[in-house]
C-alpha cells in the first residue's frame, strides 16, 4: 500500500507544482501510516522530490510517452497505482492533470474529486474539502471507492519539506493501439512567457485600459514583476488580447501568490476565477468598483499615471533587492 | 453524423450561493437556471454542423423535470430532440454512467460537453463518459472540424495550444473558443414555437451507484477591509507588498 502522486515534468525538469502534489501526498501518507511513491515521464532525475517526502519515483522513459497524450498517460499512471497498490492517487489541477484525471477514475475505479483545498479531515471515511460554485463555497466530500483519486487545488497546500531518501526505478506500462487515437499535430506554446497557470504573480487588465495600444505597460510590469499577462472577459471578446487570457469563472482559473488586476471592475464573475489568488491588488480610478471589496490592497487612481510609476519604483526595489 | 450535446442546468454566473437543511443542499430559491456555458458554446458549435454538414443534434441532461425548461432553450436554438435522464444528478460518476448508457442507445459519432460545470465544476463527466464508451477523449477544446470520420480540434493548454488530428466516435470537453460569444445564439419566437413540438423524451435512470458523496457545504469566511494605498505613495506600496504581505 502506498500514496502515488502524479509528478508533472517539462523538458526533464519537475515543474514546482509538482513538488505541491508531492507535500499535499506525504501528508496524506502520513495519515495512513505510508509512504509516497511518485510516478514520472521523462523525467532527468529525481530534482527534490525527496525534499518533499517522496520515497520511490517510477520513471517512464519510453520514447512513445515522450510527449503528453491524456488516455496513454492515464493507462500508465492506473497501472502505476495497481503495481503499487496505491490506495490513493494525487493529481495537480493543471490542464494535462484535469484531462488525464477521469481517464484515471475510470481505470481505477477510483471515485474523484478534483479542485481539494486541504488535507483529508479523515481517511475512514476518505473525507476531503474541495471548491464547488467556482470558489463562492467548499463542500465536504467523501470517497467510497477502494482506491481515492485527489485532484489538489493549486496553491493551497503549499510546500512542506519532509526529507527522504528518493530512489528512482523505471516503469515500463503496456498500453494499447488505443491510447494513441488523438494524434498531436503541433504544440504552439510562448516557450519564454510565463503561463497564468503556473505563475506565481499574475497582472492583468481590463476594459478601463481603453485598447489594445495602451497594453504595453501591463506588459512592462508584468515584466518586472516576473508574471504572466491575463484579462477580463470583455477584452477578449473584443480581440485586444487573445482568448488564452481571459481568466474568470468562463475562462482561465488563476490561483497565484499575487493578482494585479488594473482597469476591472470586480464583475462577480471575474473574481469568481481569481478569488483563490492569495493576495489581490486593484488600481481603478472608480472607489465604487467592486474589486475593492475583494482586494487585500488598492490604489484608487487613474492606470495611466499610477502603472508607469509602479513600474519605475518596482525596477529601483528589484534593483536594490537583486 | 449523430451528434448528442450534453447540457448541465446550473445556476446563472451572478447568482448567490447558499445552503439550506443544515448546509447540506444547494438552495435554489431565488436562483436562476442557465445551460452551462461552456455547453452553451458547444451547442453553437453544434448547430453549424447541424446547418452546414447535415449533423442530427440531440441534447441531453441528466436531472428531474426541473431542467426541462433549459433543455426547451436548446430546442429553441435548433437543437432537433431532447433527452432527459430522469435522475438528480448526484456526482460526475453518476452522472457519467447515465449519459453513456444514452450515447451507447443512440449511437452517436460525436459527443459534445463542457469542459467543467459551473456549479461543481468536477471537470470530470466528459472524460468519464468517453472512458466508459471506448470513445477518443479531448479535452477544453477550442475549435472542432469534422471531415467524414476525422476530426481536427485545437485543445487549449497551460500556455499555449495544441492541435490534434482524432478519428469518431469522440468526446470533447469544450469552453469559449469553440464558437465565438457574438455567434452565441439567443432562441427567437420562431424557435420557440418549434420546440414546443420537438421530441422531449424522459428515459429511466439506468444505475445510481456513486462513488463520491458531498456531505456539507460551507462558504468562504468574509474577506477583511481593503488597505487603501495614496496614488502619490506608491512606495507604500510596494512596502506593503514586500513586508506585510510576502508578495514580491
Ligand atoms: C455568463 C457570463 C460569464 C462571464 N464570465 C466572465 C469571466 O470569466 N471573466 C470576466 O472577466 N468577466 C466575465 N463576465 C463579464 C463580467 O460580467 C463583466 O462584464 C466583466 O468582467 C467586466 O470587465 P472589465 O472589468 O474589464 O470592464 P468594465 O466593467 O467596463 O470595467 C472597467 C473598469 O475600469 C475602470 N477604469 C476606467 N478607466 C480607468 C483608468 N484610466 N484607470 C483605472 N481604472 C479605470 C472603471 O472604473 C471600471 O471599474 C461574464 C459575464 C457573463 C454574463
Ligand atoms: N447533469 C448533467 N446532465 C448532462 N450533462 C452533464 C451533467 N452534468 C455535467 N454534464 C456535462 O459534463 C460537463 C462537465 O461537467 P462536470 O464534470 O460536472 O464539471 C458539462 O459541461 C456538461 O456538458
Known amino acids: 500500500m502506498s500514496v502515488l502522486v502524479y509528478t508533472e515534468s517539462e523538458n526533464g525538469s519537475f515543474k514546482k507544482t509538482t513538488y505541491e502534489v508531492a507535500s499535499y501526498a506525504k501528508g496524506v501518507a502520513d495519515m495512513m501510516g505510508t509512504d509516497v511513491a511518485a510516478i514520472s515521464f521523462h523525467a532527468n532525475d529525481a530534482g527534490d522530490l525527496g525534499t518533499y517526502g517522496v520515497s520511490r519515483l517510477h520513471n517512464i522513459s519510453d520514447s512513445k510517452l515522450e510527449q503528453f497524450n491524456a488516455a496513454a498517460y492515464a493507462n500508465a499512471i492506473a497501472q502505476a497505482a495497481k503495481a503499487e497498490n496505491a490506495k490513493v492517487v494525487v493529481i495537480s489541477s493543471s490542464a494535462n492533470s484535469k484531462y488525464l484525471g477521469s481517464l484515471v477514475s475510470v481505470h481505477l475505479q477510483a471515485g474523484y474529486v478534483s479542485n481539494v483545498t486541504e488535507l483529508p479531515s479523515s481517511t475512514e471515511p476518505f473525507t476531503v474539502k474541495r471548491t464547488v460554485f467556482t470558489n463562492k463555497a467548499f463542500a465536504d466530500t467523501a470517497i467510497t471507492t477502494a482506491v481515492k483519486l485527489v485532484g489538489i487545488s493549486k496553491n493551497a497546500y503549499g510546500l512542506k519539506e519532509n526529507a527522504t531518501d528518493c530512489t528512482i526505478q523505471e516503469f515500463a506500462p503496456t498500453l494499447n493501439d488505443t491510447d494513441f487515437n488523438v494524434q498531436v499535430q503541433s504544440v504552439d506554446k510562448a516557450i519564454d512567457k510565463v503561463t497564468i497557470a503556473d505563475a506565481e504573480v499574475v497582472v492583468s487588465a481590463g476594459r478601463g485600459m481603453k485598447g489594445p495600444e495602451n497594453w504595453g505597460m501591463i506588459e512592462e510590469l508584468a515584466e518586472v514583476l516576473g508574471a504572466a499577462t491575463a484579462c477580463s472577459k470583455p477584452v477578449s471578446d473584443l480581440g485586444w488580447r ?81 | ?191 420557440i414555437m418549434m420546440a414546443r413540438k420537438k421530441p422531449l423524451t424522459v428515459v429511466p435512470s439506468t444505475d445510481a451507484t456513486t462513488e463520491t458523496n458531498s456531505i456539507s457545504f460551507t462558504k468562504p469566511v468574509p474577506k477583511g477591509q481593503v488597505t487603501l494605498v495614496d496614488a502619490g505613495d506608491l512606495d507604500r506600496l510596494i512596502d506593503l507588498l514586500h513586508n506585510e504581505a510576502k508578495a514580491i
Not at chain 1, 471592475?265 to 472608480?286: E, F
Not at chain 2, 454566473?13 to 445552503?19: A, D, Q, R
Not at chain 2, 444547494?26 to 458554446?41: K, L
Not at chain 2, 493548454?157 to 473558443?177: A, F, H, R, S
Open chain 1, 242 to 322: 487573445p482568448h488564452g487570457e481571459h481568466v474568470g469563472q468562463t475562462g482561465k482559473p488563476v490561483a497565484s501568490n499575487l493578482y494585479i488586476a488594473i482597469g476591472i471592475s470586480g464583475a462577480i464573475q471575474h473574481l469568481a476565477g481569481i478569488n483563490s489568488s492569495k493576495i489581490k491588488v486593484v488600481i481603478n480610478t472608480d472607489p465604487e468598483a467592486p474589486f475593492f471589496k475583494a482586494a487585500d490592497y488598492g490604489v484608487v487612481g487613474d492606470a495611466f499615471e499610477v502603472v508607469p510609476v509602479l513600474i519605475e519604483k518596482l525596477k529601483a526595489f528589484k534593483a536594490l533587492n537583486a
Open chain 2, 1 to 191: 453524423m449523430k451528434i448528442l450535446v450534453c447540457i448541465s442546468h446550473v445556476p446563472d454566473t451572478t447568482s448567490k450561493i447558499n445552503f439550506t437543511d443544515n448546509d447540506t443542499q444547494f438552495d435554489t430559491s431565488g436562483v436562476q437556471f442557465v445551460i452551462n456555458p461552456n455547453d452553451e458554446f458547444g451547442l453553437t458549435r453544434a448547430m453549424w454542423f447541424q446547418e452546414k454538414q447535415g449533423a442530427s443534434v440531440d441534447v441531453v441532461s441528466v436531472g428531474g423535470a426541473e431542467v426541462e425548461p433549459t433543455l426547451r432553450k436548446a430546442l429553441a436554438i435548433g437543437a432537433d430532440a431532447a433527452i432527459r435522464v430522469d435522475a438528480v444528478a448526484t456526482d460526475g460518476y453518476q452522472v457519467a454512467r447515465q449519459l453513456s448508457a444514452v450515447v451507447k442507445d443512440g449511437g452517436y459519432d460525436l459527443i459534445i460537453a463542457g469542459r467543467e460545470s459551473i456549479d461543481y465544476n468536477g471537470g470530470m463527466v466528459p472524460g468519464m463518459i468517453a472512458a466508459m464508451t471506448g470513445a477518443s477523449f479531448v479535452n477544453t477544446c477550442i475549435s472542432l472540424e469534422i471531415d467524414g470520420s476525422k476530426a481536427t480540434a485545437i485543445r487549449e493548454i497551460d500556455g499555449g495550444k495544441e492541435t490534434v488530428t482524432v478519428n469518431l466516435p469522440l468526446v470533447i470537453g469544450g469552453q469559449k473558443g469553440l464558437v465565438e460569444e457574438s455567434d452565441l445564439r439567443i432562441p427567437n419566437m420562431r424557435g
